[in-house]
């Protein structure tokens, strides 16, 4: 993994001052397009722009495609092309020939954001048209395996360690093993590629499984786990108002606040032993 961008700092400690070399997150921005084809001819689009952490740009990719519908599956990609030119990074997705997509229903699912200033109930009405089965999980979660997951996120993030500034997904089984583990410096984009992993191992949809996120809990983020099929997402940090809200009409279980010996249940404690 990256150790992140190098920079010559001032450190300042006990009223000296000298030089130093520190690490930083790099954030670079990525495009993602699609080709695909309405029928008649191929069109190439541009879906998006995200500010990311390098890597993984594959499965950044294709987990932010499934999480705004534009595709079902890993098989509805033809083919991924990742190009680095001098000044910028792109991927594209070559989609199936089958493969329809409707930008004008894009560009409205691109809205949903915890910033956007939509209302809740047209918000959780948009996330239950996109995910209209709710997550299911059959298993119960041992509190003493749970209150394991924060060390076990911790010790899997060798960039964070470097540089101090990366959130990070990680999918979680019911017993504790940590299968995947994402970073990035934004948020969605680490469980975008979390999701995107899931997909190429195609074991989506992720219902015995349990989504731990380093920092807080956010509308979009539960609205990604929901479409990936997660029913239990637990946060390090706190849940939003409207996190809670979907975390209930989806029947999902919310975890916040997340230590060593304690955490707040949201939502969904019936998953709790």
Known sequence: MSQGAKVWIDHWQQGQKSPKCDHVAEEVPLEILIDH???RQWQRQNIAVTMRTPGNEAHLGLGFLFTEAIIK??????YIDTRVETNRQRIIFRLKDEVRVDLQKLSRNLYISS???VCSKVSLDLVQQAC??????????????????PDTLRQAQETFGWTGGLHASGIFRLDGTL???CEDVGRHNALDKAIGSAMMDEILPLHEYVLVLSGRASFELLQKAAMAGLACVVALGAPSSLAVELAKSMD???IGFLKQDSFNIYAGAHRIA
């Not at 599956?73 to 033809?78: A, I, L, N, S």
């Open 115 to 117: 910033s956007c200033g």
């Open 132 to 149: 209209p089965n709710k997550p299911l999980m059959q298993g119960i979660l041992q509190p003493e395996i749970l209150l394991k997951m």
């Open 37 to 39: 084809c309405d029928g």
């Open 179 to 181: 299968d995947i583990l």
């Open 73 to 78: 599956q890993y098989q509805d990609v033809e």
């Open 252 to 254: 999902m279980t919310l």
